[in-house]
Every structure is written in structure tokens, then in C-alpha cells.
């Protein structure tokens, strides 16, 4: 049977090889991107080979969460901790990993990306503690010779031996470099670009304590607790334990990036299984009369079961052996994208195979799977329907169908208002869930309506446009899944578009408008460091025409107590907080003051946003007590203003110049705000530094939502494949739907229809499949996000960002996405021989 | 090696010029038509230098074993095929040099054709299918006078808004017959029209082909293999090998399964 089954599935090879390239694209882009993942994983693992000779870690106690390779804000290690491990013997050494941006020899800032790290590290020579290795040139052997490690040689295009600029706090630096280094076995420390120089390099001086301390013993392993006894009021780790958490926090970062990707290979899968299914159904369909023939001749139902999984799994097979291979190849293509992106997630370059074989399992078993319930159906055909020839499908609706998608679209309108009352999440997804639902099981008796709708449109075009119509109506049962594969691709795009959109707005919209500073200058990227020293602000005020210049110092605070803070974006718990001169800045700042009065902001008295009094429902005069550097801090409200400063995240708190002193806080400036018409060139010159970028207030209103742009680039380029492999499934089911109708076809063409009019027929009937896809999807997804904002923003949000002119356009491309897809086997169809058809008889 | 009728038979001797290659009465001709399929040693000569006339108001049955050629005939004459060599003319256009936009528009207002299979359009009613061939000309538009007397005479009138699935195989070629006539074609083209029929609905459907010519001056080329059917026609034309091997003029039954009989 096995045989005899190939040699069918063979014999019909092309009209399943659309169907083995879906597979194949739903494997390809699972492998992908199980491998992205897992090779993004190991980027930690040389942390433990660097770290090995490290016994003992000293850190001060977190007073702010973060994410991130930037690790949450812990409170600065004194350096007598450092002298007292010393002093007992051990080797010990403080980091405080100051800014450090290499310039490649043009002068740009080079070395990574923006998701990395620059920072200078201490050449620690032969110390256990050195997690770096030379392994070009020689170790920095004094002031003026520096080292980078091997990415960062690699990408700003470094040779040893040449002079190497770089950027510090302390401004432009020169030293020559000497030797190239590797981190752990890898080119680089996991997200970071570092320089390395001699440990007695001014730049090392703390100017606050260490941020942490790596302790290794003489010959003898340093235990946490005797470590512990000499650094009272930190925390002490044992050296795997610390790497452990720094690999844990690296994880943490890219979580989100391997979630993000599995989603992304979940819709695939779905998308994928719709398609095969849909193939199923209409190719069993189309061999009702085969399949009833083998059951008169004696096929029991079971066999007949068996030979069209068995099909399944040579289709599966196929399928599978390209998407593995594809995969294999488009790992890299994914990483190139990313790259293009400026998100260059760190990989290695291990080939899983737990990847492949989870793409194996997937692909073989989502076909077996997507072809049981059609397999079932289809074998349930009578003998007699062999000897009949009877209409493959009636024209209604199934009833059961259509009474499951009632009942789905109750459940779904019945949570989603629940949802969106309540502000309850869980069942806004079900809701959103159950809409999805009746519209994937509502869409047979859509694409009907829709059929009869425009039937006195297509009538219009004579007797081809109401045979495309009527056909659509007729075949909406087995048709019905393209539409949805499509209408899954297009929801999710749409659904993204309008979060996005309306994100951005909220980010930069209102709080922008309010700002009417000339220029921003902040470091490059968006990043806080590299940052804007004194002498950088004072060259700037000292610009022509420059009439105000307002500094902002940019921290974080933890709240404490019980309340939670909900805030759209980023922000975890810890809270955004701005030190600024206060009355410069309502000269560049409009506030809308909603409680309170600025001018009593001073020293602890703050300014906090609307969002922040809300979720921890503060008046004026309460006090807000906060973690920071300089320990707890008692803060007050001196007034509420309905949105704070743009960024992203917008700080919560703001506060006057001498709340930096109550917090701790002494690091150089993060941006500034410029008043006056002056010159961009001369403020540019003013600055000197490649770090740092003078923006005019357009360009940095337009770059407040890049880096949401950067991700909705990334969340179109996946769904694109979700949308492609969907096209295909529409192409396929056009290619499936003419082979079945080429008797009707060469029907039409002997009574005098031009090959031009029975192709255009075609196209409109499977755009018209494709539009009724791209329609659904599109009100799917205003539906969820408008939920959603409902459900989550606090009212803050009613109605997303909705641009009618851009879903016009989705409309139209889906049309014509469809149109596209059917158009080459329309062609073949509409060009095919009469004669042949008519001889086949 | 020319095949022209009159050549073997002798009957009907006085008309081999109305079926000769000149265009005189003739509303379709074939001109030293050969079609050849395949090539090299595997080559087919499916016809073999025919030339014919097929005359106005004229039953024309062309008859012949299965691979005789008489298919390709048809085809070749009605378009739907092209020749290797030679010229098929409807009226006075040579079929061979009509793009495929063209040969659309003659196939829908010069040309009609019924199937064995009946060939109907399942998403449209037996009117639509009908008028299917005036609709298809966005200008045009229906004699519904001229629809009624035909649906009336062939016993379909009151089938007209069921789809095909829902008619009998009798009612479907009906449809298939009103069809053809519907734009008053120069020529008629059937292909076994009663091959998938009982005697009972192929006697009814030959008698009401006959009533078209007789009395609405229609022009028919049927393809055979019945005796019966044949012996509805004015003209038999038998092929064998690919080519015109003999002809008569209204023959009875017997006479064509002598000939038959004679060319086996």
C-alpha cells in the first residue's frame, strides 16, 4: 500500500506541490527561528569560563530594577571593602565599567551596536580575575596602550598598532593599540564593547564606590561568608552564583526577543495547518467520486483512512526536508535582517539539533494532523456517489458551522465587554480569542454574503463575473480557510500597526507638542550614556544665539510600599526620574498643571505625571518614599502635570537641580535642551564629540518612536512570512479550485468566452476570497486593540491610533495579494487547450 | 494523396461541386487540411489532406471507427484545434490565422456546439447557460422571442431557472442544443450529442436538430458512431485512417451499416 500510495501522491505531485512548499515555509521559518533562539541562548555561556577564577562577588544592595544587559541600579561598593579583602590577602578588584565608546578610524563612534554596552574594563594581566585573553599584539603595559576585544576590533575595523580615539566622560581620548583580546573563548563580553587599559587610567578612579567587586583568593578559594565578614552592608555572592545571575539577566533581555520569535513560529505553524487542511478538503472533495469507487470496489473506510494519511505523510515528509533546509539557510537571513535593524542580538554558532528535530516534529505531525478530520469526512463518502455525479458540496452553509460561530462571537462580544469594563485582561484575550474563532468559523457564510453582495457589480462584466460570483458561493465551505490563513496574517499585522501607532503617539504626541526648546542634544541611539560633561554644557551655552541651555540628569527611583504602578511601555518598577533646572526648564516646557503649583518645586518637592498620582493615588503635599542611591528618600508632591517630559519611558518624577544631591546621584548630564536659533553647525562643533548628537526638534520628536519602529519592522518582516505563506495557501486553493472546474472552463471557452475573460473571472473571484480575509482581519484587529487599550490603559487610551487611509491601503493590497497569487494559475487555466478538457471525456 | 469527395461512392454524384473546396454555398470547408500528432516514429496522422465543404441549411453526419479522424475533423473545422498544414474556413475567414481573441468572438456568435457530455456551466441556470454565448458579447443582447420559441419546442421552458445538476440528462442536452442555436450560428458542431442519451431522448433531441435545419435553415455537422442518428441526416461522410473514404445522400439505416460493414 505504501507503494501504491507514493505512486498516487506522485502522480499528483503538482497539485500538491503547493501545499509542500507551504509545509516547507511553516518549517523553514520554525527551524529558523528555533535556532535563532537557542544559538541567541548560549551568548552567556562565556561568562563562565571568564569568570572561573572568581570566588567571591561584593555588590551593594539593588535599589532600582532594570532590565537588561544593563543590570538594575544596586548601590555603589565603598572602597574599603576593596581594602580590607586586600588587606587579608585576597586579590581584589573594583569595577565601576565607565563609558567608553571606541571611534573606528573615520571618527564614528564604532565597535557595536546600540543594543551593546561601551565600556572601559581594567587590564588585570596574569589575575585570576582577568576574564580576557590577548590573542593579537601584546597586553596594555601602561598609560597610552590600550586593547579592545576582537568584535569590537572586527566591526570598527582596528589594527593593532595604530592610534585608537575613543570618547569617556571625560571627553576625546588617544592611546595606542596594542593588542586585541578575547572574552571567555567569545569575540566579545555578551552586549558589550570594551576597551581595556591600564588599571592605574584615570578614567578607573570611583567617584561614587564600585559597582561591584570580583574577590579571588591566594592560591585558596574565598568562602562568601568570610568574604562577607569584611564588607559589611553588601551582598555577597559566591562567583557561579553571580554569573549565574548575570546570564539569568541576559536572559531576561532576550526573553523577550525568544518569546517574541516563537510567537511569531506558532502564527506560522497555524497559518500553515489552516492551508494544509484547506488543501485536504478540497483535494478529497475533488476525488469524492475515486474515493467512493475504492469503496464499491470493496475499500473498507479504514484503508481508504489510511492511504490518505499516508498521503499526508509523504506531503509532510516533502514538505519537511525543504523547510529544514530552508531554515538552516534562513537563520542567517533572520540574523542579517536583525542586523539591518541595529538589533544585532549576539548569537552563537552552535547548530541545534533540537531545533531540526522539533521542525521534523512539527512539520510531519501538523500535516498527519490538518489531514485527519478532512481524511474522515471525505471517507465517509457512499458507494453509490461513485456511480452518481452528483454536486461536490451543497451551496448553504453548514448549519453547525454557522451555529458554532454564533455561539463563539456570543462568548467572544460577552468577554470582550466584560474585559474592557473591568480593565481585565484575561478576558479581553478570550474575548479577543472568541472573535477570532466565529470569524474563522463564520467565514464560509462571509465570503457568501460577500458573493451575493457584489453579484450586480461583477454582472456587470456578462455571464463571467456572475459564474466568478456564484462560484465563490458555491465553494465557500472548502475555500473558506484561505481567507482565513489570510485573515489571521493581516489581523496580527493590522493589530501591531494600530498598538504601535497608537504607543507612538502616546509616547511622543502630547508631551512632545509641549516642548519648544530649538535643539535636543543627547548621546547616540537614545542611550543615557555617553554623557554631556560641564565643559560640554558650558561650550554649548557659549554658542551664538544660544539662549538657554537645560540640562537633564536622567535616574531611576523604586517606589516603596504596596501600590503598583501600571504604565504603558517599559517601566517595570522602577520609576523614570529627571533632575533638571526646574526654571529654565518651564522656559523650553509647557506643563499642563493639573494639581499643585511648579514653583513649589525644589530639593525633595517633585513634580510627578498624572499616571503616577493615579496608580498610587497621590495628592498634592503626599510624601513618596523611594529607594535610591543615597538610600531611602522621603520625596514630596509638589504638583501633578498631566504628562511629563518626552522620552521613552517618560520619567514620572521630575525634579529641581538639588534633588541630585538628596539621591545620590552625581553622573554628568544625559541631554540637553537648547533655546535659541542657533546654528546646528556651530552647536555641533560646540559639542566636538562623534557621541553625541545635536537634533533639532523635529528630528527628535521623530526619533522618540525609532526605537518602536525599529520593533514594528521586525514584527512586519516575521508577519510578512505569515502573509506569504498565507498567499500561498490562496494561490494553492485558486490552482486546486481551477483543476477541478476545467470542465465548466472549456465550457464557457466553446461558447465564445475569450481566454481574457475567463482569466479575469478568476482573479476576481479569489481576490474577492482574499479581500473578504484582508476585511476580517483588519476589523479583528481594531476590535482587539481597541480592547485592548480599553482593558489596559486606564481609560488613558479609549481608541487606538486609527489611520482609515492606511487600512484603505491594507484593503487593497490584500486584493491585489490575492489577485496576485491566483494569477499565474489563472492564466494557465485560462489559457489551457479546450480540447483538451473536451478529450479527457 | 488528395481525398475529395466525390471520389469512391458515386452516390450523389451531381453535388460534388457544392462539396468541393471552392466557397460557393459552403459555410464551412476544409482545404487539404492534415493534422498530424506527435512527431518522428511516434507521429499520428489524424487527417490526411482532407478537403470538404459543409453547404447551408445543410445535416451533415460524419461518421467513421473510433480513430478514424473524425473528431479531429471537427475540431479542426470548428477552430478548436489547429491544423499542421492546409485551410479551415468558416464562411470566408481561414480559421488558422485568428488569434485566440478572435476565434473567442467566432466561436460565440458564428459557431455552436454540443457535446456528449453536455458541457454545462453547474454555477448557472439553464437560462444563463443558454444565453451564455449573447452574454458573453458585452453588445448583444438576448431575442428573448427567438429564446422562448426555442426553450417552447425543446421542451425546457419551464426548467429554465434550475442549475444543471438539478435537470435530466435529456433536459441538460436540451439546454446544451438551445445553446448552440441561440446566436444564430452559421454552423452547428455536434460531437456524439446522443451518445450519453436513451433511444427515446436521442430520437427527440435528432428529430428537433432535424426540425432546425428544415425549418430555421440551421447548418449542422454531427459526429457519429449511430446508424440511427445518421439516418436523421441529408449527408454522411465516412472517414477512415484520416481520410474521406466515401459519402452519401440521405441513406437509410441499412445503407450505413452496409457501408459500415464494407469499411471494416
Same mark, same amino acid.
Given at each position: ?61 539593588? /535599589? ?50 546600540? +543594543? ?168 478529497? *472533495? ?37 523547510? /529544514? ?59 453509490? %456517489? ?98 482565513? *490563513? ?42 543615557? %550614556? ?15 544665539? /544660544? ?15 504596596? *501600590? ?21 526648564? +518651564? ?8 494639581? @499643585? ?36 528618600? %522621603? ?67 521623530? @526619533? ?37 472546474? /476545467? ?21 476576481? %473571484? ?76 | ?40 516514429? =511516434? ?16 445535416? &451533415? ?49 458564428? $459557431? ?19 444565453? $451564455?454565448?449573447?452574454? $458573453? ?52 458542431? =455536434?460531437?456524439?450529442?446522443?451518445? =450519453? ?18 425549418? $430555421?435553415?440551421? &447548418?449542422?455537422?454531427?459526429? &457519429? ?40
Amino acid at each position: 500500500m505504501i507503494r501504491r500510495t507514493f505512486k498516487l501522491a506522485w502522480f499528483k505531485r503538482n497539485r500538491y506541490s503547493l501545499t509542500v512548499i507551504a509545509i516547507g515555509l511553516s518549517v523553514a521559518f520554525i527551524v529558523s527561528t528555533l535556532l535563532l533562539t537557542t544559538s541567541i541562548a548560549d551568548v552567556g555561556e562565556p561568562l563562565n569560563e571568564a569568570y572561573d577564577g572568581v570566588d567571591v562577588v561584593v555588590r551593594g544592595p539593588e /535599589v532600582a530594577a532594570g532590565d537588561g544587559p544593563v543590570a538594575g541600579i544596586t548601590a555603589p561598593v565603598p572602597p574599603t571593602v576593596v581594602d580590607a579583602l586586600t588587606a587579608e590577602g585576597y586579590e581584589a578588584v573594583g569595577f565601576t565599567s565607565p563609558y567608553a565608546q571606541v571611534l573606528d578610524p573615520a571618527g564614528n563612534p564604532g565597535g557595536q551596536d546600540q +543594543t551593546s554596552s561601551n565600556v572601559a574594563e581594567p587590564w588585570l594581566g596574569d589575575s585570576a580575575l582577568n576574564g580576557f585573553e590577548i590573542i593579537s599584539g601584546t597586553a596594555p603595559a601602561g598609560l597610552g596602550e590600550v586593547a579592545v576585544d576582537a568584535s569590537t576590533a572586527d566591526n570598527a575595523g582596528l589594527e593593532v598598532g595604530s592610534t585608537l580615539r575613543y570618547v569617556t566622560d571625560a571627553g576625546l581620548q588617544e592611546a595606542e593599540l596594542v593588542g586585541i583580546a578575547t572574552f571567555g573563548g567569545a569575540d566579545n563580553d555578551p552586549y558589550t564593547s570594551t576597551l581595556l587599559i591600564d588599571a592605574g587610567d584615570p578614567v578607573f578612579t570611583p567617584t561614587r564606590g564600585f559597582d561591584y567587586v570580583l574577590v579571588a583568593g591566594d592560591g585558596e578559594a574565598v568562602g562568601t561568608e568570610e568574604a562577607a565578614a569584611l564588607a559589611p552592608g553588601t551582598e555577597v555572592l559566591s562567583g557561579p552564583a553571580w554569573v549565574a545571575d548575570q546570564i539569568d539577566l541576559l536572559d531576561q533581555f532576550l526573553g523577550f526577543f525568544s518569546t517574541f520569535l516563537t510567537v511569531f513560529a506558532v502564527i506560522a505553524v497555524v497559518v500553515g495547518m489552516v492551508i494544509v487542511t484547506n488543501t485536504f478538503t478540497v483535494s478529497l *472533495a475533488q476525488r469524492t467520486e475515486e474515493l467512493a469507487l475504492l469503496r464499491l470496489v470493496g475499500t473498507t473506510r479504514r484503508q481508504l483512512m489510511a492511504q490518505v494519511v499516508l498521503e499526508a505523510v509523504f506531503l509532510g515528509a516533502a514538505g519537511t526536508l525543504i523547510g /529544514v533546509l530552508v531554515g538552516l539557510a534562513g537563520v542567517n537571513g533572520m540574523g542579517w535582517f536583525l542586523d539591518l535593524l541595529g538589533l544585532t542580538i549576539e548569537r552563537s554558532n552552535a547548530i541545534s539539533s533540537t531545533a531540526i528535530i522539533i521542525g521534523v516534529i512539527v512539520g510531519m505531525g501538523v500535516t498527519v494532523v490538518a489531514a485527519v478530520w478532512p481524511a474522515w469526512k471525505a471517507t465517509a463518502v457512499a458507494p453509490i %456517489e461513485a456511480l452518481r455525479s452528483a454536486e461536490l458540496e451543497p451551496p448553504s452553509a453548514s448549519r453547525k458551522r454557522l451555529i458554532a460561530a454564533a455561539i463563539a462571537l456570543a462568548i467572544g462580544v460577552g468577554c470582550l465587554g466584560y474585559g474592557m469594563i473591568q480593565g481585565d485582561i484575561l478576558f479581553t484575550g478570550i474575548g479577543i480569542g472568541g472573535a477570532f474563532l466565529a470569524l474563522y468559523l463564520g467565514a464560509d457564510t462571509l465570503i457568501r454574503l460577500a458573493a451575493v453582495a457584489v453579484r450586480p457589480l461583477l454582472g456587470r462584466a456578462g455571464p463571467t463575473g456572475i459564474v466568478a460570483s456564484r462560484n465563490l458561493e458555491r465553494n465557500a465551505g472548502r475555500t473558506s480557510a484561505a481567507a482565513s *490563513a489570510l485573515m489571521i496574517g493581516i489581523s496580527l499585522i493590522a493589530f501591531f500597526t494600530l498598538m504601535a501607532a497608537t504607543i507612538g503617539q502616546f509616547v511622543a504626541g502630547d508631551s512632545a507638542d509641549a516642548l519648544s526648546a530649538d535643539y535636543v542634544v543627547q548621546g547616540i541611539g537614545n542611550q543615557p %550614556e555617553p554623557a554631556l560633561g560641564d565643559e560640554t554644557l558650558a561650550a554649548l551655552a557659549a554658542v551664538d544665539r /544660544v539662549t538657554d541651555v537645560v540640562p537633564l540628569y536622567s535616574t531611576s527611583v523604586t517606589p516603596l510600599g504596596e *501600590a503598583e504602578i501600571e504604565r504603558v511601555g517599559p517601566g517595570d518598577a522602577a520609576l523614570g526620574t529627571a533632575i533638571t533646572d526646574f526654571d529654565a526648564l +518651564t522656559g523650553v516646557y509647557e506643563f499642563t498643571v493639573n494639581a @499643585g503649583s511648579l514653583d513649589d518645586v525644589t530639593g525633595t518637592a517633585v513634580v510627578i505625571d498624572q499616571a503616577l498620582a493615579d496608580s498610587f493615588t497621590l495628592a498634592i503635599g503626599d510624601p513618596l518614599e523611594v529607594n535610591t542611591l543615597a538610600g531611602e528618600v %522621603e520625596l514630596a508632591v509638589a504638583a501633578i502635570v498631566e504628562t511629563s517630559l518626552p522620552g521613552a519611558p517618560q520619567p514620572a518624577v521630575i525634579g529641581d537641580l538639588d534633588l541630585g544631591d538628596a539621591l545620590g546621584y552625581s553622573e554628568p548630564a544625559t541631554a540637553a535642551y537648547i533655546a535659541g536659533d542657533a546654528d546646528e553647525a556651530a552647536l555641533t562643533a560646540a559639542v566636538g564629540l562623534p557621541t553625541i548628537d545635536v537634533l533639532t526638534l523635529d528630528d527628535y520628536v521623530d @526619533g522618540l518612536s525609532s526605537n518602536l519602529d525599529t520593533i514594528l519592522a521586525l514584527v512586519y518582516a516575521l508577519l510578512a512570512v505569515a502573509v506569504i505563506i498565507a498567499l500561498v495557501g490562496i494561490a494553492n486553493t485558486v490552482s486546486l479550485a481551477i483543476s477541478e472546474r /476545467v470542465g465548466e472552463i472549456a465550457a464557457i471557452r466553446a461558447a465564445g468566452a475569450s481566454s481574457r475573460q475567463i482569466f479575469w473571472s478568476l482573479i476576481s %473571484e479569489f481576490g474577492l476570497l482574499a479581500l473578504v480575509g484582508v476585511v476580517s482581519g483588519l476589523v479583528l484587529a481594531w476590535v482587539s486593540a481597541t480592547a485592548f487599550f480599553q482593558a489596559l490603559s486606564d481609560g488613558q487610551i479609549t481608541y487606538p491610533e486609527t489611520d482609515v487611509v492606511t487600512g484603505l491601503l491594507i484593503v487593497l493590497a490584500g486584493f491585489l495579494g490575492g489577485a496576485a497569487a491566483s494569477w499565474f494559475p489563472a492564466l494557465v487555466a485560462a489559457k489551457a487547450d479546450i480540447l483538451d478538457v473536451l478529450r479527457a471525456d | 494523396m488528395s481525398t475529395e469527395l466525390l471520389q469512391p461512392d458515386g452516390v450523389g454524384k451531381g453535388r460534388s461541386d457544392a462539396s468541393s473546396d471552392t466557397p460557393g454555398d459552403n459555410v464551412a470547408r476544409l482545404v487539404g487540411a492534415t493534422k498530424t500528432f506527435g512527431e518522428g516514429d =511516434a507521429a499520428v496522422t489524424a487527417l490526411d489532406d482532407v478537403t470538404i465543404g459543409f453547404r447551408r441549411r445543410e445535416f &451533415t453526419a460524419v461518421m467513421g471507427p473510433s480513430g478514424s479522424g473524425k473528431s479531429t475533423l471537427m475540431y479542426c473545422q470548428s477552430g478548436l484545434d489547429r491544423l499542421t498544414s492546409g485551410h479551415a474556413y468558416v464562411g470566408d475567414v481561414d480559421v488558422s490565422t485568428l488569434t485566440d481573441q478572435e476565434l473567442s468572438v467566432l466561436r460565440r456568435s458564428k $459557431l455552436g456546439f454540443i457535446f456528449q457530455s453536455f458541457h454545462l456551466v453547474p454555477a448557472l441556470s439553464a437560462r444563463e447557460n443558454i444565453t $451564455l454565448p449573447v452574454d $458573453l458579447d458585452s453588445g448583444a443582447d438576448v431575442d428573448e422571442a427567438f429564446l422562448t420559441e426555442l426553450t417552447d419546442v425543446l421542451g425546457i421552458a419551464n426548467r429554465m431557472e434550475n442549475r444543471p445538476s438539478q435537470l435530466s440528462g435529456g433536459q441538460r442536452q436540451r439546454v446544451a442544443v438551445a445553446r448552440a442555436m441561440i446566436p444564430r450560428p452559421d454552423v452547428i458542431f =455536434a460531437d456524439e450529442p446522443t451518445g =450519453a442519451l436513451d433511444s427515446k431522448t436521442s430520437g427527440e433531441l435528432l428529430a428537433y436538430l432535424r426540425k432546425a435545419v428544415d425549418d $430555421l435553415g440551421q &447548418t449542422i455537422v454531427m459526429v &457519429t458512431h449511430d446508424a440511427v442518428a445518421a439516418s436523421h441526416c441529408d449527408r454522411v461522410i465516412y472517414v477512415q485512417d484520416g481520410r474521406l473514404v466515401g459519402e452519401a445522400l440521405h441513406p437509410t439505416v441499412d445503407d450505413i451499416l452496409d457501408k459500415i460493414r464494407e469499411l471494416s
